[in-house]
């Protein structure tokens, strides 16, 4: 499909036409605990996007890389509901054949795991969940690893993570809530090339 097709299907879809309200503040990505991972941050993608280049904007890793935690959306200031974004965005992609290029499934189990033994997110230990348990992936990804040799050197990440003050008290809150909602803990029935 050509560009202005693919414009056009990306406004049309439940949240696609959101980003036309974005004024490029950048809160958005300052905010996304994923950014560091992504090819363009949210602010970065909708550039690409209302500068005509809506095929660089599919073919990025920047919406399959969201874990939807919604820190964006709560903070924009035009109350642009970016994470339902992102899911207009995959669902093109899914649309239009484009697969993520590293293992989406991957990255999810990463952050779950994170979250799970401390109760909060730690990019470092997110990121090296993810990349040891997908060595094909840190290969291929050889400029995330020099990004995050560069962070470290600046001081922008540190090397051991945040937990919050009692994680053995957030484990058994996260236990009670499988117990009363089981199927929302099926991370692993996300599969890597159709993540909603
Ligand atoms: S926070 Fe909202 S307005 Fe600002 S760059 Fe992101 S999407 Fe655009
Ligand atoms: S919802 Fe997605 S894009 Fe928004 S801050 Fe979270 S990970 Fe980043």
């Not at 399959?64 to 109350?79: G, I, K, N």
Request: aromatic share 6%; net charge positive; glycine share 8%.
């Amino acid at each position: 499909m050509e560009a202005t097709g693919l414009l056009k299907r990306l406004l049309e879809l439940p949240g696609g036409d959101q980003l036309l309200r974005c004024i490029q503040c950048g809160t958005c990505t300052g905010s996304c605990p994923m950014a560091e991972a992504m090819d363009y941050g949210p602010r970065g993608l909708f550039a690409l996007v209302k500068g005509g280049d809506i095929e660089e904007a599919l073919h990025s890793n920047t919406f399959w890389f969201c874990a939807s935690c919604y820190y964006c959306t709560v903070r924009c200031p035009r109350e642009i509901l970016i994470t339902d974004q992102m899911y207009a965005f995959k669902r093109l992609a899914i649309e239009q054949g484009i697969k993520p290029k590293v293992s989406t499934l991957q990255m999810y189990t990463a952050f779950h795991e994170t979250v799970k033994e401390d109760g909060r997110l730690s990019e470092t230990k997110m990121m090296r969940k993810f990349l040891l348990g997908s060595p094909k992936d840190l290969i291929k990804n050889t400029s995330m690893a020099s990004l995050g040799m560069k962070l470290l050197r600046r001081g922008r990440m540190e090397l051991k993570g945040e937990s919050v003050a009692d994680p053995d008290k957030f484990r058994v809150m996260l236990s009670k809530a499988r117990t009363i909602s089981p199927e929302k803990d099926e991370i692993t029935s996300m599969d890597s090339g159709g993540a909603a």
